[in-house]
């Protein structure tokens, strides 16, 4: 078994910053993507972010510039800062964290989701 546990949400007025961090334990041999999503009322889940064991990243067009990610191998967690926060930014923030359990069996975990909510 793989668990993540996310923290760092919360409510933050328009232009303002969060920092989400999801920590990862358990049975992990390697892992080799990390990022989050995000699920607003009324919509699908969705890409916010990711990265990749070599450093490579990948953003939503909606938070490039504003959101990055980054990730600490050694304490196997991901971290999302988001700063000039938007309304529009509100939703509920789930990491995704994918590799592989001794064992050599693959993994996609899912944690338990973070509220965040812009407004002023």
């Known amino acids: 078994q793989v668990q993540l546990v996310e923290s760092g949400g919360g409510l933050v007025q328009p232009g303002g910053s969060l920092r989400l961090s999801c920590a990862a334990s358990?049975?992990?041999?390697?892992?080799?993507?990390m990022g989050w999503y995000r699920q607003a009322p009324g919509k699908e889940r969705e890409l916010v972010a990711v990265?990749?064991?070599?450093?490579?990243?990948n953003y939503a067009a909606s938070v490039k510039d504003r959101f990055t990610v980054s990730r600490a191998n050694a304490k196997n967690t991901v971290y999302l800062q988001m700063d000039s926060l938007k309304t529009e930014d509100t939703a509920v923030y789930y990491c995704?964290?994918?590799?592989?359990?001794?064992?050599?069996?693959?993994?996609?975990?899912w944690g338990q989701g973070t509220q965040v909510t812009v407004s002023s």
């Open positions: 990265i990749n064991t070599d450093g490579s990243t």
């Open positions: 358990g049975s992990i041999l390697s892992i080799t993507t």
């Open positions: 995704n964290v994918y590799g592989r359990k001794w064992g050599s069996t693959t993994f996609n975990s």
